[in-house]
């Protein structure tokens, strides 16, 4: 079996459905995987404090379940600049983003075509990032609905099926 690490670099050079796929089903079956993982909890105190080195142990030691979480490449991203190693925050940050991207090509995050997800943070995470603030999330069927302080709905597959074919 590859490792995670050479799944994702698959992934990150060829990013489609299949590799994809099997990046997911890899951390899916992480003996520490969780789809409530909540990364803003988790770091916030040390970040706060400046405790830059807490906060990237913190996160390593949620991998590999977190892989490929944008929230937690994003925490790791601006751990690791707090502590100056910039070649290394950017390297987070542009997997944060792929994080986002992959999320984004699962669906149209319509209720027929919804965004899957592997985690609940991880809609949040695209939400975010699109600028809009979540005002209110219900399970609709398999799916979560969330609506945004502007009437924006997304619909997000949080039910950690891979990505469609």
Not at 73 to 94: K, M, W
Not at 115 to 127: E, F, H, K, Q
Request: glycine share 6%.
């Amino acid at each position: 079996m590859a490792t995670y690490a050479e799944l994702l670099d698959v992934y990150l050079h060829d990013p489609g459905p299949e590799s994809l796929r099997a990046l997911r089903e890899a951390i899916l079956e992480a003996p520490n995987f969780r789809p409530d993982l909540e990364i803003t909890e988790l770091v916030g105190p040390p970040m706060a404090a400046g405790d830059y080195a807490a906060a990237v142990s913190a996160v390593h030691g949620l991998m590999p379940g977190a892989i490929f979480s944008p929230s937690a490449h994003a925490a790791l991203s601006d751990a690791q600049r707090g502590l100056g190693n910039f070649e290394q925050a950017q390297r987070e940050a542009t997997l944060a983003q792929a994080a986002l991207d992959s999320i984004i090509s699962t669906g149209e995050g319509t209720e027929a075509e919804p965004w899957s997800v592997l985690r609940t943070s991880d809609a949040y995470d695209v939400v975010m990032a699109s600028g809009k603030t979540p005002r209110s999330q219900v399970a609709v069927g398999k799916l979560d609905r969330i609506v945004c302080t502007d009437s924006t709905v997304w619909f997000f597959d949080t039910s950690t099926s891979p990505a469609r074919a």
